[in-house]
Structures are given as C-alpha cells and as structure tokens.
T-cell receptor
Framework: KAGVTQTPRYLIKTRGQQVTLSCSPI?????VSWYQQTPGQGLQFLFE???????NKGNFPGRFSGRQFSNSRSEMNVSTLELGDSALYLC????????????FGPGTRLTVL | AQSVTQPDIHITVSEGASLELRCNYS??????LFWYVQSPGQGLQLLLK??????LVQGIKGFEAEFKRSQSSFNLRKPSVHWSDAAEYFC?????????FGKGTLLTVNP
C-alpha cells in the first residue's frame, strides 16, 4: 500500500498570502489529522476529519481551516499568513477509531517571508 | 487534559550502549501510548504502541517500552544502540481523536 502523501513538499510564501496544503491518506483510511511542528512549540494538533466531518480541533486561530473530501483526501488552508506560521505541517491517516495508529506523511515545509 | 513530558531534551550514547528514553503522561482514562521516531526532514514513524494487556511492548528496530501505570510512565528502551538510531524520538498519548506529543528527545550516537 502506498503511504500518506502530502503535496507540495516545500512552499515559500510571503506574509499576508494564503496557502493550501493537500494530504492523501492511505487507501482505506477514513480519518485524516493535521499537526504543526515548530522548534519552539513542538508538535501541535490542528484538526481531525472523519468521513468529511471535523471531530476535533486544536487551539489555533480561525485562519487555520481544513476540509475532507468524499474520497478521504484532505486539505488545510492558512489565510493571512504570518511569520510564525513557518513550520512543518504533518498529515496523518488512520482507519478512524480512537485506538487506531496514525500513520504520518513526510510533511509540507512552509516558509513565510 | 492530556499531556506528555519527556524530561530529556538531548541524550548522547555510544554505539553498542543501552538506551532508555523517559516519558511521563497525564490522561484521565486508560491511556493509549505511542513512541514515534523522526529522522531529519522526515515524517514520523511508529516504533510501538500500548493500548492494553501486557505492559511490556515490543516494537520495530529492537525497541521496547514498558507501561507503568503507578508511575504514569512509558519509557522506551533498546539494549544496544546502532548509529542509525540517531534521530528524534517522540512519546505521545492518544485520545479524543488526537495525539498529544512530548517535546521530543534528540538522540546522538557516538561511534
């Protein structure tokens, strides 16, 4: 089976712009989660989707949003980018039970200038 | 609220030496515990997980971890470290459809 794929792998944006990141889960997985990783804050949970419904959301401003499509693929969007949004954004997929293992993609490295 | 503490930010060991990485968690119910490893510029790879049952769990690459409820700990061990084990290690607790991670422990392996 192919693993979790994320596109693009690298992005450079300027302050005030918006960005959309994409995640394709492992085939058969219906849950997709997003995490932000920074040197200062570490790994922080953004949100989780299951069958196109958001089941949980982390403590991030409303500029961060996401969605999931009927084929389980997910996108996250960050509007009005700030310098502090520079991070590695990781997507993980699972079958959807709370006990299921989350399998991570390689991440998208976002740099905001 | 769930939380994870990894007390050691950076550990250096010699190749062939034993390794123990510490992890303490806080969670109100039965915890679902994970150890992940991350190489530079890569995503996270699962090493092992604990849900219930035997408190000593075996993982990939020769790693094992022991769940101790009385100490709220889930320490990762390996009897003999290889140079390829150099990476950052994250302990996580699962619940409410999310993982809460510790800050990570960076492992350096000396030849």
């Amino acid at each position: 089976k192919a693993g979790v794929t994320q596109t693009p792998r690298y992005l450079i944006k300027t302050r005030g712009q918006q960005v959309t990141l994409s995640c394709s889960p492992i085939s058969g997985h219906r849950s997709v989660s997003w995490y932000q990783q920074t040197p200062g804050q570490g790994l922080q949970f953004l949100f989780e989707y299951f069958s196109e419904t958001q089941r949980n959301k982390g403590n991030f401003p409303g500029r961060f949003s996401g969605r999931q499509f009927s084929n389980s693929r997910s996108e996250m969007n960050v509007s009005t980018l700030e310098l502090g949004d520079s991070a590695l954004y990781l997507c993980a997929s699972s079958q959807g039970l709370v006990t299921d293992t989350q399998y991570f993609g390689p991440g998208t490295r976002l740099t905001v200038l | 609220a769930q939380s994870v503490t990894q007390p050691d930010i950076h550990i250096t060991v010699s190749e062939g030496a034993s390794l123990e990485l510490r992890c303490n968690y806080s969670y109100g119910a039965t915890p679902y515990l994970f150890w992940y490893v991350q190489s530079p510029g890569q995503g996270l790879q699962l090493l092992l997980k604990y849900f219930s049952g035997d408190t000593l769990v075996q993982g990939i690459k020769g790693f094992e971890a022991e769940f101790k409820r009385s100490q709220s700990s889930f320490n990762l061990r390996k009897p003999s470290v290889h140079w390829s084990d150099a990476a950052e290690y994250f302990c996580a607790v699962g619940g409410n459809y999310k993982l809460t991670f510790g800050k990570g422990t960076l492992l350096t392996v000396n030849p």
